[in-house]
C-alpha cells in the first residue's frame, strides 16, 4: 500500500511571500489531516478534513493560511504571506474511518520543510 | 499549562540498555494514548496505542498507562541503535480523532 505522498520536500521562500504545500493521502482514508511541527516541537494540528469538509480548523491562522480538499482526495495548504514563523515541518496525515480502526491510526507523509528567510 | 508535558532530553543510552520515556498531561478527558517513532526526516509513525490503565507489551516495548495519576510510559528493552529517534507521545479523547502531542523526546542508541 503505498504511504502519504507530499510535495515539494523542501522549500525556502522569502518572508512576505506565497506557497503552497501538496498531499495525496492514503487510497480510501476519508479523513486528512495538516499538521504544523516546529523545530524541537510536537505536530500542532492545522486543520482536519472528512472526505472535502472541514471538520476541525480552530487552530489554523485563517488571516494567512487556507486549505481545500478538492474531491476528497488531495489536498493544498497555502500560506500568503509567510512570516518568518511559519518556518517548520509541513506534516500531512491521513486515517481511515473510524469504525474499522479503534486506534484510528493517523499515517503521516514526509513532511515539506519551509525555511523563511 | 500545555496540556501534554513531554521531557525533550536529548537522551543517550548504551546499546542493550532499558530506556524509559515519560509524558503528563492534565486534561482528564484524554481517553487514548499512542506513541510514536519519529525517524530524522521523516513523519512520525505509530508504535503503540493502548486506552486503558495499566501496561501493554509489544515485543521489547511497553506502554504503561497510568490514568489517576495522569502519567504514561513507553518502555523500551535491550535497546538497539536503530531505536534511536524522536518518541513522541500523544492523545485524543473519546469520539475526537484530534491528537495532541507532546514535545518529543530525542534518544540515541550507542554501538
Known amino acids: 500500500e503505498a504511504g502519504v505522498a507530499q510535495s515539494p520536500r523542501y522549500k525556502i521562500i522569502e518572508k512576505r511571500q506565497s506557497v503552497a504545500f501538496w498531499c495525496n493521502p492514503i487510497s480510501g482514508h476519508a479523513t486528512l489531516y495538516w499538521y504544523q511541527q516546529i523545530l524541537g516541537q510536537g505536530p500542532k494540528l492545522l486543520i482536519q478534513f472528512q472526505n472535502n469538509g472541514v471538520v476541525d480548523d480552530s487552530q489554523l491562522p485563517k488571516d494567512r493560511f487556507s486549505a481545500e480538499r478538492l474531491k476528497g482526495v488531495d489536498s493544498t495548504l497555502k500560506i500568503q504571506p509567510a512570516k518568518l514563523e511559519d518556518s517548520a515541518v509541513y506534516l500531512c496525515a491521513s486515517s481511515s474511518p473510524p469504525r474499522t480502526s479503534i486506534a484510528n491510526e493517523q499515517f503521516f507523509g514526509p513532511g515539506t520543510r519551509l525555511t523563511v528567510l | 499549562q500545555k496540556e501534554v508535558e513531554q521531557d525533550p532530553g536529548p537522551l543517550s543510552v548504551p546499546e542493550g540498555a532499558i530506556v524509559s520515556l515519560n509524558c503528563t498531561y492534565s486534561n482528564s478527558a484524554f481517553q487514548y494514548f499512542m506513541w510514536y517513532r519519529q525517524y530524522s526526516r521523516k513523519g512520525p509513525e505509530l508504535l503503540m496505542y493502548?486506552?486503558?490503565?495499566g501496561n501493554k507489551e509489544d515485543g521489547r516495548f511497553t506502554a504503561q498507562v497510568d490514568k489517576s495519576s495522569k502519567y504514561i510510559s513507553l518502555f523500551i528493552r535491550d535497546s538497539q541503535p536503530s531505536d534511536s529517534a524522536t518518541y513522541l507521545c500523544?492523545?485524543?479523547?473519546?469520539?475526537?480523532?484530534?491528537?495532541?502531542f507532546g514535545t518529543g523526546t530525542r534518544l540515541t542508541i550507542i554501538p
Open positions: 493502548t486506552y486503558s490503565s
Open positions: 500523544a492523545m485524543r479523547t473519546f469520539g475526537n480523532e484530534k491528537l495532541t
